[in-house]
């Protein structure tokens, strides 16, 4: 078995346990794909529009040329609110692009241009919105959806457009609205997979991680215990538990905060992360408590392991802001080690059950210890 190489572990904190924070629930992941889905909508409205605006004023739809130059405007303030994260102002200012365009081409040009599908499209986008509460989504896309609804009855071939257009342009246009409706309610699909995918993962992780230090939490752990006790009933092998309990924990707890209780956790839990190999499991076990897996190691290599750890745990300085009224600046961290092997129990819970009876004999003979099981 080789054992993980010494890390090294900074005199103060450790700035991966600094930098490790858990993805929580919330609106962040799915405003910035929203915001990208938008961002990208308005580059492509703004280059369409001007293509559209010197269609129409090559064939004396001057009203809807001049409507175009005030879409790109339009597109381009949106942009910009887009880029400073305005986004609940953005959204509104290119709904009503969207529908007044819609509604106006239909009017000047005509029905069969297709403008109209532009309308369709709204619906799913506000209704794929995040941002926005059910009741106004519903609403919106209710409302949008009575007005295409509307237009068709009501123009689509009863009223003349103000505008005859030749045939062929009509035709082109036609074509290429559908074209880009497609690919918007697909781009709008994709944004929902995307979304409900992200909220599922998130879901995963706060279910198998623990949420203050990133690590994996009581319940994951159990769960892979229950595989690799499996595992090693196929194919027997040497596997290590390794318990360890912060020293005085709940005496830093109570002279220097919760904060900085916390920040301990969070750095014995990079120190523990980082100094085991990819196929060793560390959770956080309950409290001060980690509990590390070591498969297809002795009891001897789980010892070099361990004391390392330790070493490195003790190396720590946990700084102490002086609003606490401390006399020392810095607080210096320090564990105990239990270790059983699987071989000497009937089951990993048995080994485990043997190693926090180790941690306990190791509290009695004055903590900062690594002690095996008899």
């Known amino acids: 078995m080789s054992t993980p190489s010494t890390s090294e572990t900074s005199p103060i904190w450790s700035s991966a346990a600094q930098a490790r924070q858990l993805p929580l629930?919330?609106?962040?992941?799915?405003?910035?794909?929203?915001t990208v889905l938008l961002s990208a909508g308005c580059l492509l409205a703004a280059v369409t529009h001007i293509a559209f605006g010197y269609l129409f004023w090559r064939h004396g739809a001057h009203v809807m040329a001049w409507g175009n130059v005030l879409s790109v405007a339009i597109y381009a303030v949106s942009s910009?609110?887009?880029?400073?994260?305005?986004?609940l102002l953005a959204m509104p200012l290119m709904l009503a692009e969207v529908v007044g365009h819609a509604l106006a081409a239909v009017l000047v040009v005509g029905w069969d241009t297709g403008f109209h599908f532009y309308l369709m499209v709204v619906i799913p986008l506000f209704l794929a919105n995040p941002l926005t509460r059910w009741p106004a989504r519903l609403g919106v896309a209710g409302l949008v959806s009575v007005t295409y609804v509307m237009t068709d009855l009501f123009w689509h071939h009863r009223q003349a457009p103000w505008h005859t257009l030749p045939p062929d342009?009509?035709?082109?246009?036609?074509?290429?609205?559908?074209?880009?409706?497609?690919?918007?309610?697909s781009a709008v699909t994709l944004l929902y997979v995307?979304?409900?995918?992200?909220?599922?993962?998130?879901?995963?992780?706060?279910a198998t991680t623990d949420s203050l230090t990133g690590l994996m939490n009581r319940r994951s752990m159990q769960a892979a215990l229950t595989r690799l006790q499996a595992h090693c009933q196929r194919k027997p092998q040497p596997v290590t538990v390794v318990l360890i309990d912060l020293d005085h924990f709940k005496q830093l707890n109570d002279a220097l905060g919760h904060a900085l209780g916390d920040w301990a956790l969070l750095a014995a839990a990079d120190?523990?992360?980082?100094?085991?190999?990819?196929?060793?499991?560390?959770?956080?076990?309950?409290?001060?408590?980690?509990?590390?897996?070591?498969?297809?190691?002795?009891?001897?290599?789980g010892l070099q392991v361990a004391e390392r750890l330790r070493q490195n745990i003790e190396a720590l300085r946990i700084p102490v802001p002086a609003e606490t009224g401390a006399p020392e600046r810095d607080h210096r961290l320090t564990a105990t080690f239990g270790l059983a092997e699987l071989g000497a129990h009937a089951s990993l819970e048995g080994a485990i059950h043997a190693a926090d009876l180790a941690l306990y004999q190791g509290k009695q003979q004055g903590r900062n210890r690594v002690v095996q099981s008899a």
Do not use: C, Y
């Not at 629930?25 to 929203?34: E, L, V």
């Not at 342009?169 to 309610?185: E, M």
């Not at 120190?271 to 002795?298: C, K």
């Open 169 to 185: 342009v009509v035709q082109s246009l036609h074509a290429f609205n559908l074209a880009t409706t497609i690919v918007l309610l």
């Open 271 to 301: 120190v523990l992360s980082i100094g085991v190999r990819d196929i060793d499991l560390v959770a956080r076990w309950g409290g001060e408590e980690f509990l590390i897996v070591l498969p297809d190691t002795p009891l001897a290599a």
């Open 25 to 34: 629930p919330g609106p962040s992941s799915s405003r910035q794909a929203f």
């Open 80 to 87: 910009m609110l887009l880029r400073r994260d305005r986004l």
């Open 194 to 206: 995307h979304l409900v995918s992200q909220g599922e993962k998130r879901l995963h992780e706060l």
